[in-house]
């Protein structure tokens, strides 16, 4: 008999399995809007364990995004053709593994961010990671191979419900699983009050740092996966306005919610199609909606005291 | 047991001890006395690491521990209890002793430090599935200090435990401070404001003026000196 939370991730895969062996009789555009819940899950959820639960304020989540998403369409659309293998082949074992190495990738990113800034406190490490994120935007502006700001294209769509909500449970689980393990208190505890964490003997900058790359690897994986759902990249499309939209999912889900934080990615996922029609003023009603939540439920949206954690 | 020899420490361009020097002895409860500012606190987080000296050296054991971070220390046997109780507010009060006992692999000596702990603070076992943020600062205070001796210490840095407490829990803890002394063999570096209850469970007391040693002495000879008396002790 498995553990309780294993049983539930393989319970999700295989959901994630069935679903998408029936995806083609729904509607392209219903597909496609869920399998971006599901992407937005993955992104809130590894951002969770860096802002909600660790409490490292990092700005920066999209800019993680785009080197994995970066990374892994140009593994499969230049290395992919030349391997021969058959389209089955490549979205089922070629696409997971450029999956990989775009978490990778992104995971070093955010070793590399997070090694020399993590010892900056609040403000300043949002700065920092903000500063990233928009070193990495106008970095891949300026790059031809991966075709500057005209955009990389041409990515062949291997993404479905399976990767998606499969990579999304895997997600999940690998943040609460961290989180519930004797190690994984100490997250919590260095959010809690970091001068008595490191009283305790805990390493805390190792412990933020873990949280970023961890984070920021699920981050690229969630990159990997939107570029092969779009099959278009713009460096553009990974700017401040992506790294808020996260960071709003995590707020108002409450910070350090399992739970509530899927919700909220859900929510939001959703919400954003809907509010397509108001166009740019779409980033009006998201701020709005940041400011009446912080003035009425600043705990965030979905905290049920069932789903404990938080003393109020 | 823990030396400390010609400490300077600067906050930036501000000098917060200088040249201070003291000495505690193996099984023995030392005091630290002082007003506001006068580098109490400073001294505890410059001995557990926390803070680097600019000069001066600290020896624990006979060895050098200078600038030896935190987490290495814990490991060693230096427990610190930090100003203002800082316990972990939205895990439990038994997850708050775990994380205590962090460095600690064995399961059942954690459980045996557990019951010691709950058998120390009764009142602890009576919340121990409550969230840490909703017990009383005097509960908290129990905890704090429960949750440092969970890393079975040697030595305990105890700084303020009365801050912010009713009075009849002081007494309380401060009995509790001397049983861990007496029954442990624990020693303890104490900060207190509190003067007078606080050299009144010391053997030795060091009384700290704007970040230097101005006196040094027994407790007892401390209580009795009329300076101390007229500016610590309330006359």
Known sequence: MLPKSQLWLLLALVAAGVASALSRFLDPYILDVVMGVGIAITLASSLNLINGFTGQFSLGHAGFMAVGAYTSAMLTTTLGPKLGASPVLLQWAVFPASLLLAGLAAALAGLAVGAPSLRLKGDYLAIVTLGFGEIIKVLLQNMDVVGGARGLVGIPDYTNLFWTFGVAAVTVYVVWGLLNSTYGRGFLAVADDEVAAEAMGLNTTRYKITAFVVGSFFAGVAGGLYAHLKGYLNPGGFDFNKSIEIVVMVILGGMGRHVGVIVAAILLGVLNETLRSFGDYRMILYSLLLIILMLTRPQGLFTWPLWKKKAT | ?235
């Not at chain 2, 000495?23 to 410059?46: F, S, Y």
């Not at chain 2, 020693?187 to 050299?199: D, K, P, R, S, Y």
């Open chain 2, 1 to 235: 047991m823990l030396e400390v020899r010609n400490l300077t420490v600067n906050y930036g361009a501000i000098t917060a001890l200088h040249d201070v020097s003291l000495r505690v002895e193996q099984g023995t409860i030392v005091t630290l006395i002082g007003g506001n500012g006068a580098g109490k606190t400073t001294t505890l987080r410059a001995i557990s690491g926390m803070v680097k000296p600019k000069s001066g050296s600290i020896l624990y054991q006979g060895r050098d521990i200078t600038g030896v971070p935190t987490h290495k220390l814990v490991g060693q046997g230096i427990a610190h209890s930090p100003e203002g109780r800082m316990v972990f507010a939205n895990l439990t009060v038994r997850e708050n002793l775990q994380m205590g006992a962090y460095l600690q692999r064995d399961k059942a000596v954690i459980a045996l430090e557990e019951e010691f702990v709950f058998d120390t603070f009764p009142r602890l076992k009576e919340r121990e599935h409550q969230l840490a943020g909703t017990l009383s600062g005097g509960e908290q205070q129990m905890l704090a200090i429960g949750r440092a001796l969970m890393s079975q210490p040697k030595c305990l840095l105890l700084d303020e435990p009365s801050l912010g407490i009713a009075p009849l829990l002081v007494k309380s803890i401060f009995e509790k401070i001397v049983e861990l002394n007496r029954t442990r063999g624990l020693t303890i570096l104490l900060v207190e404001q509190n003067a007078n209850l606080a050299l009144e469970i010391s053997r030795y007391g060091y009384v700290l003026e704007t970040g230097r040693v101005i006196l040094a002495d027994e407790a007892s000879r401390l209580r009795a000196d009329p300076k101390v008396r007229e500016a610590y002790l309330g006359g």
